[in-house]
């Protein structure tokens, strides 16, 4: 397959213009709008959402701006099939070093390996690098590592037909990407996020049972139990906030400056202001009319080293962490707490923790986790079928149960389908009517946005 016309011309104009392109005033909003759209169009990927599907089902993602590192944002793309993600492509502007400069690589990386993506793609259209994300990132490495396609903007035409065999969209569809990201799968150093999340969140439920029993020695079994997995449910929860925008980006960081009792007693500090924000279960420290579950009185209360709190603040960070909590999905967390709650906290008679299996869990050989496209294809079938030919205030009166919850997987199926449904509904039902509503369930928007649907968007939640 030769390259088309727009590859050619793309490749001479970056030629003749390129020391324009790489003075460090030529912003990557602009490399983006004037290169990497067009060429990605040209492998048959609908950019610019021309077909005007659903939020759910739309080709490529542009994600907001937002910051949550040190100099990093979200993806730049995210390329889809069917609302599956299939790859990210992270963007820089041509005066950084792709090829020399570890930092894009390691977030990239970040990126992919936390999501579960085998493929993404680093781009300042002079330079192009394909990373395997099956690799665990380190903040150590050097930008080659894990790097398995490495090419320059002058050999797009000479490259196009193999380039186009794994990332164009009709060979996506048909299955060459996976073929092509399977080749490497059993490449030595690939590891899982969900795997090594497990071992992590394990390890942190180890230190924290420990210095629990051994601060709080009047604790029984099922207090330590509650208390050990509070702490940790509440602690992930913050930090994937601060990923995504809902808190202040490093807040939980700030307590590795507070020594002995201080720091639990701020991290307390934090628990209580979620209460008052989330309304949340998992932040439930005082009694409420009609609501029936005791409050949590236990765990504020307890006494916690600020060393081992530390240990655990440290891995949710840039550098050391490797993980990118605002693209851990729902579906991988599922999968880790499955196997997480799979074993329980024991004390000994001198009141030391130890961690063993459940013996039911035992007993079945393990715990397994229903996969996402199954969760998908049931809820399609059920919640779908409910939802044929309502409107949203018949929609209102739809309650899914889920008898047998675990992890949620299913009830967090049901309300993606519930938001990607009334998303689209009000998009088809005169949008501008609806976005201008007193309490709006459609947001107009008038800034240019790439990534928008005609020009609309659904409201931030008011409750989480």
């Known amino acids: 397959m030769p390259a088309p016309p727009v590859i050619h011309e793309l490749v001479e104009r970056f030629e003749r213009n390129k020391e324009e392109y790489k003075n460090n005033d030529y912003k990557e909003a602009r490399l983006r709008q004037e290169f990497l759209d067009p060429f990605f169009k040209a492998l048959g990927w609908d950019v610019a959402n021309e077909q005007g599907l659903a939020e759910a089902y739309k080709d490529v993602v542009h994600e907001d701006s937002l910051r949550i590192g040190s100099d990093l944002t979200a993806p730049d793309y995210c390329f889809r099939i069917g609302g599956t993600r299939k790859f990210f492509v992270e963007a820089k502007k041509p005066s950084v070093m792709i090829k020399e ?55 797009y035409a000479d490259k196009w037909d193999e380039f186009a065999s794994v990332f164009s969209k009709n060979e996506v569809l048909k299955g060459s990407f996976d073929r092509y990201a399977e080749k490497g799968k059993s490449k030595r150093g690939t590891a899982e996020v969900d795997t090594e999340f497990l071992a992590e969140i394990e390890g942190w439920r180890m230190q924290l049972a420990k210095n629990l029993a051994e601060r709080n020695p009047k604790l029984d079994e099922r207090a330590l139990n509650f208390s050990v997995q509070r702490i940790i449910d509440r602690i992930i929860f913050l930090r994937i906030c ?138 399609k079938q059920t919640v779908g079928k409910l939802l044929e030919g309502k409107t949203p205030k018949e929609a209102a009166k739809i309650k899914v149960l889920d008898p047998a919850c675990g992890s949620g997987s299913f009830l967090l199926g049901a309300y993606q389908f519930l938001l990607d449904w009334h998303l689209d509904w009000y998009l088809k039902n005169d949008p501008e009517v609806w976005a201008n509503q007193k309490r709006p369930p459609l947001i107009g928007i008038t800034t240019y946005k790439p990534f928008s649907h005609k020009g609309f968007a659904p409201p931030p939640p008011r409750n989480v």
């Open 242 to 379: 601060e990923d995504r925008g809902l808190e202040k980006y490093k807040r939980l960081y700030d307590l590795l400056e507070l020594k002995g009792s201080k720091c639990y007693e701020q991290l307390g500090v934090y628990f209580y202001s979620a209460d008052q924000k989330y309304n949340s279960g998992l932040f439930h420290f005082h009694k409420e009319k009609d609501r029936e579950e005791a409050p949590d009185e236990l765990t504020l209360d307890l006494k916690l080293d600020s060393e081992v709190l530390h240990g655990i603040v440290k891995r949710l960070y840039y550098p050391e962490s490797p993980y990118e909590f605002s693209v851990l999905s729902a579906d991988i967390l599922g999968q880790v707490y499955e196997q997480f709650l799979g074993k329980v906290i024991h004390l000994t008679p001198g009141h030391h923790a130890k961690i063993e299996e459940k013996p039911e869990v035992r007993k079945a050989g393990g715990v397994y986790y229903t996969p996402k496209y199954i969760v998908d294809y049931i809820v």
């Open 101 to 155: 400069d570890c930092a894009p690589a390691y977030q990239i990386r970040r990126y992919a390996w936390t999501a579960k993506l085998p493929l993404s793609i680093l781009t300042d259209f002079e330079e192009f690098a394909v990373y395997d994300g099956r690799v665990k990132p380190s903040a150590k490495d050097k930008p080659s590592s894990a790097r398995i396609l490495y090419i320059t903007y002058k050999e």
